[in-house]
C-alpha cells in the first residue's frame, strides 16, 4: 500500500540504536563506518550544519532534509524507528546506501517486516542494518528478511555471532533468500 | 497422514541443533533469562508452578501408532509417566526437567514431531475438525489446507515475533468442530457458485481477557490463495498489532479498534501486492497436500451393512447400547464409524493419560483404524474409521483401559485446564472442580437425559478451559488470595457461536456442584421435548437461572 512519504509526527524519544564501532557486514565483521544520529536533536541540525561523512539520519529529519542534502546522496542513510513501517519512504527507499531498522527489543518483530517490503516491495539493494536490541538467535531470520549488516549491541564477540546466520538451511516459506516456497521447488509428483 | 521427506527431517533436527545451544548457552549463563524466554516458549517449554511444561506440537491433532509409542516412552523416561491433551489438538508433559528437553526434541524429531511454534508470540498450531476426512457433513477435508498451512507458518522468518501469540482454525464441515471463531484467524471451507472450493475468512477471534469471536472479512477467498492471503493478515498485524501492551496486543484488539471493514480492507490492499507471487498455491501443490491423506484401505459394504448387528449387540448389552449412542460418530462410508475414546473417568484430571493408555490407544489405532488417531479439542482421542463389525470388540478392549466412559458431549466431558494444581498462573484450582461435579452427576441416565452440554472449565482469565464458549462456564477466579468461581451461561462454540454471559457473583468450591445442580434444575423445568440446554437458554435467558441460584433461603 504505497503512501506518498509525508513527515513523521514528532513522537516521544523512547530508547535509542548505538552506534557500536564493529559490525557484521555480508557475513564478517568489519568497522562501521556510518555516524548514526539519535533522536531528539533534529532541531538544531541543518542540512549546513550536518558534519561531514557518512551519516544515518532519523527518517523524520531526513525527510525535512533530503532536497537539500541532494548532492550528499552517497552519504546519507536511514533509519526507521520500529513504528515506522516501510511506507513511509517508498520508492526513495531505491536511492539510499543505507537503510537501518530498529529493534527497540528483540521481542518487537515489526522490523521483520520492515525488512521485507523494503526488499521485495520497494527494490532496495543497498546495506540494510539491524541496529538496536536483536539478539544472536535471530540473525537466521533477519539474514532470511534482507538483512545483511548487524550493529549488535551485546557483549558477545561478533565471531561468535557469525554460526548463527545459517542455523537452517533451507525454508518452507518463501522471504528475500529463497524466492520460492517449498511447494514450488518440491517435484510434487 | 503427512510424511516428512529429507528436507522435513534436515529442518526438525537442525532445529533441535539450533535449541540445544541455545540450552546450553543459558544453562552456562551466556543467555540472559528475558533472551532465552522467547527462544524456550518457541520451543514448547514453559516454566512453571511445579516444574518446566513442554508442549508438543500435534498438527491438527493427528498422530500415528509409533508417534504414541515414542510419546510412551518419552512420558517414562523424561517425566512421570502420563501427558496431557489440550484443546488446541497437542500434547503436554508436565514435569521434564529443562536440562533434557533437547534430548525429548531429538527423540520425537526421529518419529517426526516437534514443539515448534507450540508457544510464544507466533503463529501457533493450526487445529481442524477431529472428524476431517470422515465426518458426513463435510464438505472438503481440510487437512491437505492445514499442513500446507503448517509448512508456511513453521519458522516463517517475518512473523517468529509478533505482537503476540496467533492461532489459525479451519472447519471443512457444515458443523463447526473446531470453533473457527475462537481464534485469530478461523478458516470455513467453502464452494461458490461454481463448485470450486475456497475459504471465508474470520478474523479476530480469541479468549482470554477479553473474549470476542472472529468477523468476516472475506465471504470466498479461492483455494490457491490461502496462503498469500494469511501472509498478508498476518502482516498488517505484524506492522499494527498494538505492542504497548499486552493485553491489547491480539490482532482482536486491532480489529475491533480499527473496525472489521478497515481491517479487511488494509489486508486485501496488502494481499493485491502479492497474491500474484510466489505464495500463490499451485494446483500441483493442492494435489500433492491431498496425496498425504488418501482413502484408507476401506472393504466395501454395502448401505446398512452393519446396523444390524450392532441393533442386535446393543440390545444384549445396555453399557454397549449407551457407548455407542454416545461415543461413536456416524462417518461417511457404509459400515465404518469413527469411535471417542472418552479421558474423562471421574477423578482423572479431562485430558490426563498414562504412559500404559498412550500404548494401549497406539495398539487400538492399529488394530482398529490403520493406525492413526486425532486429538479433539474437548481433549478426547478419536479412532476416525472403525468397522461397525469390529466396535463390540474395541469397546471391550476401550473399558478394560479406562477409555470407555460413555459420557461424550455430556456434563461430564468437560474441558478442563490444569488450573492450580499445575499453572502458575492460575487464580483457582480447576481440576477438583472438575472431579466434584463429575462425582455429583454420576448418574447416565441423568446425563443422558440432559443431553448434549457443554461444561468448560478454566482456573483463571486466560481462558485455556475454554469457558467463553461452554454452554456452562466456569471461571477461577481470586477473592483476597481465595479461590473462588464465577459462572457464565450461553457460550457455543458451534456455527452458531456466543459468549457465554456472567451469571452474577462467585461461589466458593464447596458451594460449585450444587450450584451446577440449580441450573440443570431450572433447565429441566424449562425445556421443551428434547431440548438441548443451550436452546433452552436461549429461548428462556439468563434471568430465570439467575433468581433460582441466587434466590434467598426463605
Ligand atoms: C500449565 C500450563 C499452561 C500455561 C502456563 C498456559 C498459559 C496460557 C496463557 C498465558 C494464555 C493466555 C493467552 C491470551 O489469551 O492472551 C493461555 C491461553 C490458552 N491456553 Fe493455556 N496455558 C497452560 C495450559 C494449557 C492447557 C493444558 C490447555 C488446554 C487444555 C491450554 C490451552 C489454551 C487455550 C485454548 C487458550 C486460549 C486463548 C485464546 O484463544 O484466546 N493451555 N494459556
Ligand atoms: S486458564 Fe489460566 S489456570 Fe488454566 S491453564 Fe490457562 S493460564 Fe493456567
Known amino acids: 500500500m504505497p503512501k506518498p512519504a509525508e513527515p513523521a509526527v514528532k513522537k516521544p524519544v523512547g530508547e535509542q540504536p548505538e552506534n557500536p564501532a564493529q559490525l557484521i557486514l555480508d557475513g564478517a565483521v568489519a568497522s562501521n563506518q556510518w555516524n548514526l544520529l539519535p533522536l531528539g536533536g533534529e532541531a538544531q541540525i541543518t542540512a549546513d550544519s550536518l558534519a561531514p561523512g557518512k551519516v544515518i539520519l532519523p527518517l523524520s529529519l531526513w525527510l525535512e532534509l533530503r532536497e537539500q542534502l541532494h548532492d550528499r546522496r552517497e552519504e546519507i542513510g536511514v533509519w526507521l524507528d520500529s513504528d515506522e513501517t516501510a511506507d513511509l519512504l517508498g520508492d526513495d527507499a531505491k536511492a539510499l546506501p543505507l537503510i537501518a531498522a530498529h529493534f527497540p527489543a528483540f521481542t518487537d518483530g515489526r522490523g521483520f517486516t520492515l525488512g521485507r517490503l523494503l526488499r521485495e516491495r520497494y527494490g532496495y539493494t543497498g546495506e540494510l542494518r539491524a541496529v538496536g536490541n536483536f539478539i544472536r538467535d535471530q540473525l537466521t531470520y533477519l539474514t532470511r528478511c534482507g538483512f545483511n549488516a548487524f550493529a549488535y549491541q551485546g557483549d558477545e564477540p561478533l565471531e561468535n555471532l557469525l554460526g548463527s546466520m545459517r542455523d537452517f538451511n533451507d525454508s518452507y516459506q518463501a522471504a528475500v533468500d529463497q524466492p520460492l516456497p517449498i511447494f514450488r521447488r518440491r517435484a510434487l509428483d | 497422514m503427512y510424511r516428512y521427506d529429507e528436507q522435513d527431517h534436515a529442518l526438525v533436527r537442525q532445529r533441535v541443533a539450533q535449541f540445544r545451544g541455545q540450552t546450553e548457552r543459558y544453562l552456562a549463563g551466556e543467555l540472559k533469562e528475558e533472551e532465552f524466554l522467547p527462544l524456550r516458549l518457541q520451543n514448547g517449554l514453559y516454566v512453571q508452578r511445579l516444574a518446566p511444561m513442554l508442549r508438543i506440537a500435534v498438527p491438527y491433532g493427528l498422530m500415528n501408532s509409533a508417534q504414541l509409542r515414542r510419546l510412551a516412552h518419552i512420558t517414562r523416561k523424561y517425566d512421570k509417566g502420563y501427558a496431557h491433551f489440550t484443546t488446541r489438538q497437542n500434547v503436554q508433559l508436565n514435569w521434564p526437567n529443562l536440562e533434557d528437553v533437547p534430548d525429548i526434541l531429538a527423540e520425537l524429531a526421529e518419529v517426526e514431531m516437534h514443539a515448534v511454534q507450540t508457544s510464544g508470540n507466533c503463529i501457533r498450531n493450526t487445529t481442524t475438525d477431529q472428524f476431517a476426512g470422515v465426518a458426513r457433513d463435510e464438505l472438503v477435508?481440510?487437512?491437505?489446507?492445514?499442513?500446507?498451512?503448517?509448512?508456511?507458518?513453521?519458522?516463517?522468518?517475518?512473523?517468529?515475533?509478533?505482537?503476540?501469540?496467533?492461532?489459525?482454525?479451519?472447519?471443512?464441515?457444515?458443523?463447526?468442530?473446531?470453533?473457527?471463531?475462537?481464534?485469530?484467524?478461523?478458516?470455513?471451507?467453502?464452494?461458490?457458485?461454481?463448485?470450486?472450493?475456497?475459504?471465508?475468512?474470520?478474523?479476530?477471534?480469541?479468549?482470554?481477557?477479553?473474549?470476542?469471536?472472529?468477523?468476516a472479512i472475506r465471504d470466498f477467498l479461492p483455494e490457491t490463495d490461502l496462503l498469500s492471503y494469511l501472509e498478508a493478515i498476518v502482516r498488517v498485524y505484524n506492522q499494527l498489532g498494538r505492542r504497548d501492551n499486552k493485553f491489547k496486543a491480539r490482532i482482536k484488539i486491532l480489529v475491533k479498534a480499527m473496525g472489521s471493514e478497515a481491517f479487511a480492507r488494509h489486508v486485501e490492499a496488502e494481499w493485491e501486492q502479492i497474491k500474484d507471487g510466489a505464495d500463490q498455491l499451485t494446483p500441483e501443490a493442492i494435489t500433492w497436500a491431498k496425496r498425504f491423506f488418501p482413502e484408507p484401505a476401506y472393504k466395501s459394504f454395502t448401505d446398512g451393512h452393519g446396523d444390524a448387528v450392532l441393533r442386535d449387540q446393543a440390545g444384549e448389552d445396555k453399557a454397549f447400547a449407551r457407548w455407542l449412542e454416545r461415543n461413536t460418530f456416524p462417518h461417511r462410508v457404509n459400515g465404518y464409524q469413527s469411535v471417542t475414546l472418552s479421558t474423562k473417568p471421574t477423578g482423572i484430571p479431562p485430558g490426563d493419560v498414562t504412559d500404559r493408555q498412550l500404548e494401549a490407544i497406539a495398539e487400538l489405532a492399529d488394530k482398529y483404524s490403520f493406525g492413526e488417531v486425532r486429538v479433539t479439542h474437548e481433549q478426547n482421542v478419536v479412532l476416525a474409521d472403525v468397522e461397525q463389525e469390529q466396535l463390540f470388540a474395541l469397546w471391550q478392549e476401550a473399558r478394560k483401559h479406562g477409555f470407555a466412559t460413555p459420557n461424550i458431549g455430556t456434563l461430564t466431558d468437560m474441558i478442563c485446564c490444569p488450573g492450580g494444581d499445575y499453572c502458575s498462573l492460575a487464580n483457582a484450582k480447576s481440576i477438583p472442580v472438575a472431579e466434584a461435579i463429575q462425582r455429583k452427576f454420576d448418574d447416565l441416565d441423568y446425563l443422558y437425559d440432559l443431553g448434549d452440554l457443554d461444561l468448560n472449565i478454566s482456573g483463571c482469565m486466560n481462558a485455556c478451559g475454554h469457558h467463553h464458549i461452554g454452554h456452562i462456564g466456569i471461571l477461577g477466579v481470586d477473592k483476597k488470595g481465595e479461590e473462588f468461581y464465577q459462572i457464565q451461561l450461553g457460550g457455543n462454540s458451534t456455527k452458531k457461536a456466543s459468549l457465554g454471559k456472567v451469571l452474577g457473583p462467585s461461589f466458593s468450591r464447596d458451594e460449585m456442584p450444587e450450584t451446577i445442580e440449580k441450573i440443570l434444575d431450572v433447565f429441566v423445568e424449562n425445556r421443551q421435548p428434547e431440548e438441548f440446554f443451550i436452546d433452552t437458554y436461549n429461548r428462556i435467558g439468563l434471568q430465570p437461572f439467575k433468581e433460582r441460584v441466587y434466590a434467598k433461603a426463605s
Open chain 2, 141 to 215: 477435508d481440510p487437512r491437505p489446507y492445514c499442513e500446507l498451512i503448517r509448512q508456511w507458518s513453521t519458522f516463517h522468518p517475518e512473523f517468529a515475533f509478533l505482537p503476540r501469540k496467533f492461532k489459525i482454525a479451519v472447519c471443512g464441515a457444515n458443523e463447526d468442530r473446531a470453533a473457527i471463531r475462537a481464534h485469530d484467524i478461523g478458516l470455513q471451507i467453502v464452494k461458490n457458485a461454481q463448485g470450486e472450493t475456497g475459504f471465508q475468512v474470520f478474523v479476530g477471534g480469541g479468549l482470554g481477557r477479553t473474549p470476542i469471536l472472529g468477523a
